[in-house]
């Protein structure tokens, strides 16, 4: 089955006055259709400045190499905007993380739905409105016709993500993007949130992109992992072998932190990682991982640390051979 | 959005009363208005008997409820020196006036709106220096001294354009420059600061990721965000435009209300200035309420609070 | 290797060493290229030295008129000498000298109007701002009343009716530009009065004063300035926009505004008359307004772009 996405090297720079900022290093992955595949790790680790390359959508002082970011077959890289416009929000969607203000607040929500579709697509008002209509019933909003009259910011969070999502699908992608879509929003919306995403990309078997730093989150809806820290890989796999079985010293640090029903134990203390993220600027080798991690040896300072790969997509990033779990 | 205009309305009203009350006040203690009608060289029974006449040695109080009233009927009181009635006064001269701040402020969004969008959309570039150049520089140009030099260079060197008088358009067009030169800093400055605020915002980066193109992204949703600000100001560069147009009208020789103003104050034609100074706040008034209306229209948030 | 060593080696290629300047480390560094907070800087600079070093930078006075030499052209035409560098006006008054003493009087009563309009409308701001409720309507009710007042006219009116001064200039011009400075003033007062620090401080019980002059005031101290610089510049174009109208200092005190009008019966034959006071005008209120941005640029934490 040949990919829908397929990320090679990427390298994502930031120019910026204190130095050069290397966000994202040599990360490759591959999305499936009506597969999700989910990005890991803390804020900052450079998750965002992937999908924001993707979409071609980085900041002026962003700088991007990758040997090939193919979409359908088509490499992204060699598109000019112009070109590269047409694929944005019609092929390829993108919800971001914050809904309060995603929305431009001069416009009714029908408005700019319509919009989605119309700049891409010839069709007329009336079959635009309908489409909205529909998407607004598929996520789960009623009275949808009303609906559209209303403006932003006489919605709630919650809905107006809604809103994102419906917006994100007016034209029929495949792939949809979604940048840490739950964060900013209640708890208990969360899991509404993240059912409803599941639900439509299996729906439309759309392939999805999930940007996340919550392990809960992707234990529900992943099909694949890629573990981020510090701008670079450290481990991918699919998302049983890394819940059961994971080999990185950060990954095995991150499943001690959450509570794990059945397993954890009632009064046992949560793990925690001491020490921060360094900052990746300037010139880095080895791995990002060894001042805070509990097996750092020499050897992890040594320069041009690859990726040791078991299988085409299961790998990891250290020095220290996998033990296997006794579980 | 009917509330919000009734009580932008209420307090448009309040803020009259309030003005003219103050205006007619300042001009009142500020001198003895009886002293100046009476002239120079008056007795002090002459002074008396102006005083009384005009009623001057009435409370305060009860003078401007007289006065109140009568404009309200549009009578403003009767020229001393011209023995004509003010409102006449007014409404012969104002329509130099109003031509003049209308097309001062046309003439700064016209330079400025462009200059500050090219200037936000290319910052740091040429064109950024060039929009920021003028703007610095109109800020600092004394606006009188700006139309001397226009009527030395266009209206004496090269002869372009004629330098007094009211009978034709080409009359405007120094004075327009002039007087809305000054404007033009701080609207280009809003528009562009506006613009790379709006531009960095997150709805505009959900817009790009729609696919949408760059003209609708900056037409739609860049500049209908960026310029709720600038209608605002907008408003109040034109109310101070009517107001500042007094030395303006005196170079250029415009027989408006600035002109008018000033030669009364020069005689202390005291009736004439309190009505001119009522007209342009009434003026400045109406202009910012218009402006609150078109704000709301402009954005939805605001009609709902 | 020492262990220190092994460590050092082990440590670095993170990126752990990076140090990122402290927020006094940019402003310095800023200040020392940004071009217009330099060059604006100079600018008032060298119009401050003149005012302090006028009578050796004159070499006449000012004041002392000789017919026999008037209307001499400045040194750049055929008819001008080194003895009057910038020619001689109507009276045979020489113009450097005047120019230069004009300095003084410019740059007395910008600041003096400056003061004036800050102590009114930095109070005005902080109640609003602080206190807000009642207290923010009723600042926020006089400042529309200020702004609905044509300043320029109401000023014109009064010095008409009470007579020309350097005094009188100053009070009615402090007294009617405060506008911005209350205006600034509340919104800052009010995001800083929002901030966690200052609400802690309150819960802690620090009382009213001790809150403003701790917390509050400090914080205000860039706004304060920045606002400062512009209105000075305002000020002074004010000054000569109503000296120009014959309602400002009085002859033969040399202000820069009074220099114009003085030459503007003559400017088409002798343009230098008008151009030369007008150049200084625009000279010293570019370099505040350049001084004034870039103090705004230096010190704001996002910078221009």
């Not at chain 1, 599941?198 to 078997?205: A, C, D, K, M, W």
């Not at chain 2, 109109?138 to 209206?155: D, Y």
């Not at chain 2, 959900?206 to 739609?220: C, E, H, N, Q």
Request: charged letters at 15%.
């Amino acid at each position: 089955m040949s990919a829908l996405l397929e990320v090679k090297h990427l390298n994502v720079d930031l120019n910026l006055p204190a130095g050069m900022l290397h966000a994202v290093r040599d990360v490759s992955f591959s999305v499936q259709k009506g597969k999700t595949l989910s990005l890991v790790g803390e804020s900052g680790c450079g998750k965002s400045m992937i999908a924001l390359a993707i979409m071609g959508l980085l900041p002026p002082s962003g700088i991007c190499h990758a040997e090939k970011i193919a979409f359908e077959g088509d490499d992204l890289l060699k598109m000019d905007e112009k070109k590269l416009s047409t694929f944005r929000g019609a092929r390829m969607a993108m919800i971001f993380q914050e809904p309060m203000t995603s929305l431009d607040p001069c416009y009714t929500i029908g408005n700019q739905l319509v919009e989605a579709l119309t700049e891409h697509k010839k069709v007329s008002a009336k079959e635009a409105k309908e489409r909205a209509v529909f998407l607004l019933e598929k996520v789960g909003i009623t009275g949808s016709s009303s609906r559209l009259k209303q403006y932003p910011h006489q919605l709630s969070g919650g809905l107006r993500q809604r809103i994102m999502i419906a917006m994100g699908l007016m034209c029929g992608p495949s792939l949809i993007i979604a940048d840490e879509p739950t964060t900013a929003l209640d708890v208990t919306i969360q899991a509404q949130i993240m059912e409803l995403l599941s639900s439509i990309q299996q729906e439309f078997n759309m392939g999805m992109i999930l940007i996340t730093h919550d392990l809960g989150v992707v234990s529900r809806v992943a099909d694949d992992v890629v573990i981020m820290y510090c701008g670079q890989v450290v481990e991918t796999g699919n998302i049983n072998e890394i819940f059961n079985n994971p080999i990185h010293p950060y990954t095995r640090g991150l499943m001690e932190c959450i509570p794990v029903p059945g397993k954890t134990k009632p009064g046992e203390k949560l793990g925690s990682i001491p020490g921060i993220v360094p900052t990746p600027i300037g010139d880095l080798w080895g791995c990002s991982f060894r001042n805070r991690c509990s097996l750092a040896k020499q050897e992890c300072a040594t320069r041009g640390l690859e990726l040791t790969k078991i299988s085409d997509k299961r790998s990891f990033r250290c020095v220290i051979p996998p033990v296997e779990t006794t579980e | 959005m009917l509330i919000y205009t009734l009580k932008r309305l209420g307090l448009a009203v309040i803020v009259m009363i309030t003005v003219s009350l103050i205006s007619f006040m300042l001009l009142r203690v500020s001198g003895d208005p009886a002293i100046s009608l009476a002239g120079e060289g008056a007795s002090n029974e002459e002074i008396e008997f102006v005083r009384v006449q005009y009623g001057f040695d009435r409370p305060l109080i009860i003078q401007y409820y007289e006065w109140a009233g009568r404009a309200l009927h549009g009578d403003l009181g009767n020229s001393p020196y011209l023995n004509q009635p003010v409102a006449q006064m007014i409404r012969e001269r104002m329509g130099v006036t109003v031509i003049l701040g209308v097309s001062a402020l046309s003439f700064a969004m016209i330079l400025s709106i462009p200059l500050g969008i090219l200037a936000a959309i290319r910052p740091n570039t040429w064109i950024d220096r060039i929009a920021l150049s003028i703007s610095v520089m109109g800020q600092a140009m004394p606006s009188f001294w700006f139309g001397l030099i226009l009527i030395i260079f266009f209206g004496v060197h090269l002869r372009w354009l004629p330098i007094s008088g009211s009978d034709s358009w080409q009359h405007f067009v120094m004075p327009t420059i002039a007087l809305g030169y000054y404007a033009t800093p701080a609207i280009m400055r809003l528009v562009r600061s506006g613009m790379i605020e709006v531009l960095a915002s997150d709805h505009i980066r959900t817009a790009r990721a729609k696919g949408l193109r760059w003209p609708r992204i900056l037409f739609k949703h860049t500049l209908r965000n960026a310029i709720i600000p600038v209608v605002a100001v907008a408003a109040v560069q034109l109310g101070f435009m009517l107001g500042g147009s007094i030395v303006i009208e005196s170079i250029f020789a415009l027989n408006g209300l600035g002109n008018l103003a000033w030669v009364s104050i020069s005689r202390s034609d005291l009736p004439v200035v309190q009505a001119i100074v009522l007209f342009l706040s009434i003026t400045y008034i109406i202009l910012t309420f218009l402006a609150d209306l078109l704000n709301a229209f402009l954005d939805p948030r605001i009609r709902s609070s | 290797m020492t262990p220190a060593e092994t460590q050092q080696q082990f440590d670095s290629g993170l990126g752990l060493e990076v140090v990122f300047p402290t927020p006094g480390q940019i402003m310095r560094q800023r200040m020392l290229t940004h071009k217009g907070f330099i060059i604006g800087g100079l600018m008032v600079l060298i119009i401050f030295l003149v005012a302090i070093f006028a009578p050796y930078i004159a070499g006449h006075d000012p004041y002392h008129q000789d017919l026999s030499i008037r209307m001499i052209p400045p040194v750049w035409s055929e008819a001008g000498s080194w003895e009057h560098p910038l020619g001689t006006d109507s009276m045979g008054r020489d113009y450097l000298a005047r120019l230069a003493y004009g300095a003084r009087i410019s740059l007395f009563i910008g600041f003096s109007c400056m003061a004036i309009a800050a102590v009114i409308g930095i109070s005005l701001g902080l109640i609003a701002g602080y206190f807000g409720g009642v207290a923010d309507m009723i600042v926020s009710f006089i400042i529309t009343v200020r702004l609905a007042l044509p300043a320029v006219l109401v000023a014109i009116a009064v010095v008409a009716l009470i007579g020309g001064s350097i005094q009188v200039v100053v009070m009615v011009l402090g007294c009617l530009i405060w506008d911005r400075f209350a205006v600034i003033l509340r919104a800052t007062t009010q995001q800083i009065r929002a901030m966690d620090y200052v609400q802690a401080a309150q819960a802690a019980g620090c009382s009213v004063i001790w809150l403003m002059a701790r917390e509050i005031m400090p914080n205000l101290f860039n706004s304060i300035v920045i606002v400062a610089t512009l209105e000075i510049g305002r000020a002074i174009l004010l000054e000569a926009a109503l000296s120009f109208l014959g309602m400002g200092v009085q002859p033969p005190t040399p202000s820069w505004g009074l220099m114009i009008s003085e030459g503007k019966d003559m400017m088409l034959f002798d343009p230098y008359l008008v151009t030369i006071p007008g150049v200084a005008l625009f000279f010293l209120v570019l370099g505040m307004n350049l001084f004034g941005d870039g103090l705004r640029d230096v010190t704001s934490p996002e910078g221009r772009s």
